[in-house]
T-cell receptor, first 114, second 116 residues
Framework: GAGVSQSPSNKVTEKGKDVELRCDPISGHTALYWYRQSLGQGLEFLIYFQGNSAPDKSGLPSDRFSAERTGGSVSTLTIQRTQQEDSAVYLC????????????FGEGSRLTVL | GNSVTQMEGPVTLSEEAFLTINCTYTATGYPSLFWYVQYPGEGLQLLLKATKADDKGSNKGFEATYRKETTSFHLEKGSVQVSDSAVYFCALSPLYSGGGADGLTFGKGTHLIIQP
């Protein structure tokens, strides 16, 4: 597609359930990023992929969070045993060059944990 | 570590007013600096950038100058419009900082509201 696509756009789940969030980056973009946007907290870096590998996982908030990327394209962010504090908008971005800082963002997946 | 501090919002202005949104940063080395904008219901998009000291980024009437001596990258516009209402994020990229996490470091965002 023309832009970064994320799904679902909205997800409501119960505490303790697992959720998967999907990101389809711009075709040909080798770098992919996940951020979390919480009210009043700005954007929090979660993880970065270059191709299928994740050289930097330092931002994942706990071991309940994991992410993978396959075929150098689609990425999935998985949150296990969700907690209420996981409620946020999860943003995906891609870039053709990891060094330029010019990221193209999707519209985000809004997660609400009840 | 790297950090970005920007003025708290919301900032409310009348149409045609002059806009300044302050942004200061802390980083080692020589980061690139960015302003991103998030319009209602949309994803973030790059507004402008500057990659070295004294560079001026500009786009859509907005400008920001990379001031290394004051570690600042303030966003300005001479005459704002209702359509400029959005959340503005200042960010830095640690390309030349010699280390740190990949990805941009963002400020918390400034919500700008322009009234007709």
């Amino acid at each position: 597609g023309a832009g970064v696509s994320q799904s679902p756009s909205n997800k409501v789940t119960e505490k303790g359930k697992d959720v998967e969030l999907r990101c389809d980056p711009i075709s040909g973009h080798t770098a992919l990023y996940w951020y979390r946007q919480s009210l009043g907290q700005g954007l929090e870096f979660l993880i970065y992929f270059q191709g299928n590998s994740a050289p930097d996982k330092s931002g994942l908030p706990s071991d309940r969070f994991s992410a993978e990327r396959t075929g150098g394209s689609v990425s999935t962010l998985t949150i296990q045993r969700t907690q209420q504090e996981d409620s946020a908008v999860y943003l995906c971005a891609s870039s053709s060059d990891r060094f330029t800082g010019e990221l193209f963002f999707g519209e985000g997946s809004r997660l609400t944990v009840l | 570590g790297n950090s970005v501090t920007q003025m708290e919002g919301p900032v409310t202005l009348s149409e045609e007013a002059f806009l300044t949104i302050n942004c200061t940063y802390t980083a080692t080395g020589y980061p690139s600096l960015f302003w991103y904008v998030q319009y209602p219901g949309e994803g973030l998009q790059l507004l402008l950038k500057a990659t070295k000291a004294d560079d001026k980024g500009s786009n859509k009437g907005f400008e920001a100058t990379y001031r290394k001596e004051t570690t600042s990258f303030h966003l300005e516009k001479g005459s704002v419009q209702v359509s400029d209402s959005a959340v503005y994020f200042c960010a830095l990229s640690p390309l030349y900082s010699g280390g740190g996490a990949d990805g941009l470091t963002f400020g918390k965002g400034t919500h700008l509201i322009i009234q007709p």
